[in-house]
């Protein structure tokens, strides 16, 4: 056995013999990661056409948060300076994610540390986990299209956002260097893996609940990039008369995409593996 082998067999004993928690304590660094790379390794063994409409599923779901941020954005119109309007978002943005992470449906920007840790792990390839990025990013833009498409129909027709709305947010969202929107959909990505995180940690639903709404609120109120909600924000601005082009929109979706992986895949699978990895070979 090589020592590399030797090193890898002694970080699953040690992920093995993590111990369960009981209601009243804490949850491990071991057991919290124990249990990422277990439900990580439960999406690699799901059916393509499972992963494909789970987050095709997602990307529809998602889209509750953009008909939230729209009729809000909407109503305050001439009640509060556009600026604070933009901020007031933050109380609505979470509820999207909260139908998709209790619901179980597979997020990319949620799955990606998560999908991330097999891989460190030495349990799946890095083509496998490229090709199920592929697949999750494929279902949840789809997902995303296709509320869009509806939501800039049915908002105006129920008068609770109109076409200027769709237009303002869409260009709110895209209006950046595109370095600018790289590093903010890092630190998004970073806070959606940590999400992930401290999800696994909790022990109940309304906690859950409670800290998804947190980090996805934290995320809103700075006006950080996250791929997934973008696109249906993004897309809707190119099915009404907007500055928005095609162009804009790809470049937007590819940056945000790209960040969104770095921040997720780095910033917490990659760091919070090596930390336990480290503690090993401390001890």
């Not at 997602?58 to 305050?76: D, K, V």
């Not at 991330?116 to 090709?131: E, G, H, I, W």
């Not at 937007?252 to 480290?278: C, D, M, P």
Request: glycine content about 8%; aromatic content about 10%.
């Amino acid at each position: 056995m090589t020592k590399e082998e030797q090193e890898q067999e002694q970080i699953d004993n040690e992920l093995e013999n993590s111990q369960t928690s009981d209601e009243n304590t804490a949850k491990s660094h071991g057991e919290i990661l124990k249990q990422q790379i277990c439900e990580g390794q439960e999406v690699y063994k799901k059916s393509p056409l499972s992963i494909l409409v789970s987050s095709f599923t997602a990307g529809l779901e998602i889209g509750f948060s953009y008909l939230l941020l729209a009729s809000l954005f909407f109503f305050l119109h001439g009640k509060v300076a556009e600026d604070t309007a933009f901020k007031m978002l933050s109380f609505v943005y979470p509820f999207g994610f909260i139908m998709v992470i209790v619901g179980q449906s597979i997020l990319f920007t949620e799955q990606t540390s998560l999908l991330t840790l097999p891989v460190l792990n030495k349990k799946q390839s890095l083509k496998n986990l490229l090709t199920l990025w592929g697949m999750v990013i494929s279902g949840n833009l789809l997902g995303g299209w296709a509320m869009a498409a509806v939501l800039v129909w049915i908002g105006p027709k129920l008068h609770i956002f109109d076409v200027e709305t769709i237009s303002k947010i869409a260009t709110h969202v895209t209006d950046y260097n595109m370095w600018v929107i790289l590093v903010s959909a890092i630190l998004a990505g970073w806070l959606m893996g940590l999400l992930s995180w401290v999800v696994t940690s909790s022990k109940d639903t309304i906690s859950r609940i409670f800290i998804i709404y947190m980090i996805t609120a934290v995320l809103s109120f700075a006006g950080l990039h996250h791929s997934i909600v973008g696109n249906v924000e993004v897309f809707a601005g190119l099915l009404v008369p907007s500055s928005l082009s095609i162009g804009d929109y790809a470049a937007f979706q590819a940056v945000a995409l790209l960040g969104n992986a770095i921040g997720g895949a780095v910033f917490v699978a990659l760091l919070k593996y090596r930390a336990f990895v480290t503690n090993i070979k401390g001890n």
